[in-house]
């Protein structure tokens, strides 16, 4: 399960600098506010998809449900990035 994963170790826990971003990903250009904002955004919708399904009772998974509420804290934080400018 993703709970018992160590963010420290997989390097998300300061994911937010971009100056690591750049580095992990061996790219020169930094990430912006604007990519990071898309891709939550994205990621919302795919995750509200889910949801969605787990509701028809139409899901794939069992934990569809669970897993589909992460859309929610997703979009806020894409909401949060734009807000920040």
Known sequence: MLHALDVE????SNFG???NYSVAAR???KL??????F???????I???IA????LRNAAAPNAGRVGRISRNLAKRAVAIVQQG
């Open 52 to 55: 969605a399904r787990a509701e």
């Open 27 to 29: 790219y020169s250009k």
């Open 32 to 37: 912006k506010k604007s990519h990071l904002a």
């Open 9 to 12: 170790e997989l390097g998300f």
């Open 47 to 49: 995750f509200g998809g």
């Open 39 to 45: 891709a939550l955004f994205r990621n919302a919708l």
């Open 17 to 19: 600098r971009q100056e």
